[in-house]
């Protein structure tokens, strides 16, 4: 999806509505040293704590719905931010001199905040005789009890087991 600069869409629309999501900043800097940063603001557009700059100094909030992800990008949680973080917002400055007339052609890309893109795709993956793979993302496997992670894992077996039967692929 290509989005117009200042064009508004919802994470639902972009299928990342409830789940983690990361920001990749592409910037093409002219020779200049460049700082991303993310602020978390009340409902005043105001900084609603300094715990919630987010840059390189600062690598995460403290809830964790907001880290850095490399030099260049972030992952939000947005389920974990206070109630008192009304808006996001990711700013790029300067390091030095220069100013901002010399930065080239940029891009900003959001996606799931998956470390194993290849993985989802052949969770996805058309064609097949039957679904042979159950990917799910796990953001923080720490916050799950291992019961949890095993039917996470165990949740599409069963039902591979019965087709795979139905289609003599194994007795």
Same mark, same amino acid.
């Given at each position: 999806?290509?989005?117009? @600069?200042?064009? %508004?869409?919802?994470?639902?629309?972009?299928?990342?509505?409830?789940? !983690?999501?990361?920001?990749? =900043?592409?910037?093409?800097?002219?020779?200049? *040293?460049?700082?991303?940063?993310?602020?978390?603001?009340?409902?005043? @557009?105001?900084? #609603?704590?300094? $715990?919630? +700059?987010?840059? &390189?100094?600062? !690598?995460? *909030?403290?809830?964790?719905?907001?880290?850095? @992800?490399?030099? %260049?990008?972030? =992952? &939000?949680?947005?389920?974990?931010?206070?109630?008192?973080?009304?808006?996001? =917002?990711? *700013?790029?400055?300067?390091?030095?001199?220069?100013?901002?007339?010399?930065?080239?052609?940029?891009?900003?890309?959001?996606? #799931?905040?998956?470390?194993?893109?290849?993985?989802?795709?052949?969770?996805?993956? #058309?064609? $097949?005789?039957?679904?042979?793979?159950?990917?799910?993302?796990?953001? @923080? !496997?720490?916050?799950?009890?291992?019961?949890?992670?095993?039917?996470?894992?165990?949740?599409?077996? !069963?039902?591979? =087991?019965?087709?795979?039967?139905?289609?003599? +692929?194994? %007795?």
């Amino acid at each position: 999806m290509e989005i117009a @600069r200042g064009q %508004r869409v919802k994470l639902q629309d972009l299928g990342l509505a409830g789940k !983690p999501f990361a920001l990749e =900043v592409k910037l093409a800097g002219g020779g200049m *040293t460049l700082d991303v940063a993310c602020f978390g603001l009340d409902a005043h @557009r105001r900084l #609603s704590d300094e $715990r919630y +700059m987010t840059f &390189f100094n600062q !690598p995460a *909030t403290p809830c964790g719905g907001v880290r850095t @992800r490399g030099d %260049r990008g972030f =992952v &939000f949680d947005l389920d974990r931010l206070p109630a008192a973080v009304d808006a996001l =917002v990711v *700013t790029v400055a300067i390091d030095g001199a220069g100013t901002m007339a010399r930065l080239g052609a940029s891009t900003a890309q959001i996606s #799931s905040d998956s470390d194993f893109p290849f993985l989802e795709k052949l969770d996805e993956l #058309s064609g $097949r005789l039957i679904d042979n793979a159950n990917y799910f993302a796990v953001a @923080r !496997p720490d916050e799950h009890s291992d019961d949890a992670l095993y039917d996470l894992l165990m949740a599409e077996y !069963p039902a591979w =087991v019965k087709l795979a039967r139905a289609r003599s +692929m194994f %007795r």
